[in-house]
Each structure stands twice: as C-alpha cells, then as structure tokens.
C-alpha cells in the first residue's frame, strides 16, 4: 500500500476500512449532465429520490420546499430545478411510494407529498444502497483534508 494510499486509509478510519479502501481503488466516475462527479456519481444512484423519500417521511412536503431543503441539506452543491422535482414527484406517486394531496382541494395549490410504507421501504433500501458510496466521498475528503494539513 503507497504512502498516500495508507493514509487515505488512516484518515478515514471512521468510515470503515472498507470505504477508505474504496475511495483509493475507486474513483467516481463522471457522467453526462454532471459537472461535479461526486454529486453526480450520487445522483445518478438515486440521491434526489433518497432525499425526497427522507424529508416527505419527516412531515408532508410540496415541491419548492423539498427544493429548498435539499438546496440546503447540500449547502448548495446539490441544486435541484423545478423540471426536475415535479416530475421526480409525480413519478414517485404513480409507483406508491408517495402520496400526494392538495393544500386545497377545490382548486389548484400546493400538492404535499409524504411517504408510503412502501416509499418507507424503498427509503431504507435506497439508504443501504447509497451508504458506501457516501462514506467513499466522505472518505476521500478526509484523505484530502489530511494530505493538506501533513
């Protein structure tokens, strides 16, 4: 193991070395559409429909709030647009993972969303799913912040 190899793995020591081991062997991979692989690598995962999943299971969300939260969740690295989200949303409904319902039902307002049992279900399965491939980012930038400060 090289030099930086061995302390890419030291410093992630709280992710597992397992996940250390992945950042080193296994760079993202970028993507059509993406201009920042590691945000990309995890959205083509399946980050948006994890976040939509995760704040519609905290409490009844509409569109521009879950935006706004992911927008914020992400400190911006994760911009999500409105041609996005809605459909994202209604594809989540149309599969019963969410479930939607208007602020006003006899007219046209905002439509809050919150999660199924089986959109709970397909919550945990995407969180099982995603989880190495965050701590190999959260451990590559532990790597980085060590090299950095040696």
Sequence with gaps: MSGRARRAADAAGQTGLEAAKEAVDSPPIKGAGSSDPLIGDLRRA????????????????????????????????????????????????????????????????RRFYRTTRPGAQELERLQGELG???????????????????
């Design 46 to 109: 399946g980050l948006l429909p994890l976040l939509v999943l995760h704040f519609a299971a905290r409490e009844p969300a509409y569109g521009n709030q879950l935006i706004e939260r992911i927008a914020a969740l992400t400190g911006g690295a994760l911009t999500v647009n409105p041609n996005t989200m809605y459909p994202l949303l209604r594809s989540l409904e149309s599969q019963g993972l969410l479930e939607g319902e208007w602020e006003h039902p006899e007219r046209r307002s």
């Design 132 to 150: 190495p491939r965050l701590d190999r980012i959260a451990a590559s930038i532990d790597s980085i912040r060590a090299e950095l400060t040696s």
